[in-house]
């Protein structure tokens, strides 16, 4: 991915390049690096994100756009972004981290955007981001369905469990595996009562652990 085809991507060309290198620069490669940026753009993200669900969905309550807004700036949507921006391929990373596969990194990719955002942020003022922002979510906001489906997979596991006096599930990591950048979890998650066992596999464990999670609800609801 070239600077030309991310400003693009973007819809923003920075005035100030000096921005731009800073916030795709980790700061395993050297000072100035993008912490500072990311600071910024997890601000300015989450005040545009509030914004856009305000507008979008006049009728739901502070609770459910909290829950919108929480699924919509976390690491697994910044992430996505960063993949579709390719920005993978233009982080400024120390040799320890390019060699540990840094660049496919989700924590990196997703601290890498909110850099971003707060670069264009001092470059062009709010506006400007704000505008860049709903762009890059278009795809998220229009997939979203408010509602129960909002909160996670555990989430509505444990109140599925709880509404009918059951006790609580339990997570076990049974793998890992793969190299750094590139690790599958495979997590299991158990229920007493009724007796469920289901299996969960991710990037993360976390993310496995949430696949097994929806795994048992479809058993039970079924």
């Avoid at 097994?212 to 058993?219: D, I």
């Amino acid at each position: 991915m070239s600077r030309a085809a991310l400003a693009v991507k973007l819809g923003h060309e920075f005035a100030d390049q000096s921005l731009f290198r800073t916030a795709l620069t980790h700061r395993s490669f050297g000072s100035p690096h993008n912490e500072r940026l990311e600071f910024l753009g997890d601000s300015v993200l989450n005040c545009a994100v509030a914004t856009l669900l305000f507008k979008r969905f006049g009728d739901l309550p502070e609770g459910d756009l909290s829950r919108l807004r929480a699924n919509l700036v976390r690491q697994d949507a910044l992430h996505q972004l960063a993949v579709g921006l390719q920005l993978g391929t233009m982080l400024r990373l120390g040799e320890g981290e390019l060699k540990s596969g840094g660049s496919q990194r989700p924590s990196i990719l997703a601290d890498a955007v909110e850099a971003l955002i707060g670069a264009i942020y001092l470059d062009a003022g709010f506006e400007v981001a704000h505008r860049v922002i709903e762009v890059l979510y278009a795809p998220l906001l229009d997939d979203l369905k408010p509602g129960q489906a909002q909160k996670d997979a555990k989430t509505r596991l444990q109140e599925w469990l709880q509404g009918r006096k059951k006790p609580l599930p339990r997570y076990q990591l049974l793998a890992a595996s793969g190299a750094a950048h590139q690790q599958r979890f495979e997590v299991s998650c158990e229920i007493e009562n009724p007796p469920l066992r289901t299996i969960g596999q991710g990037a993360s464990r976390r993310i496995a652990e949430q696949v097994a999670a929806e795994n048992a609800l479809k058993v039970l609801k079924a």
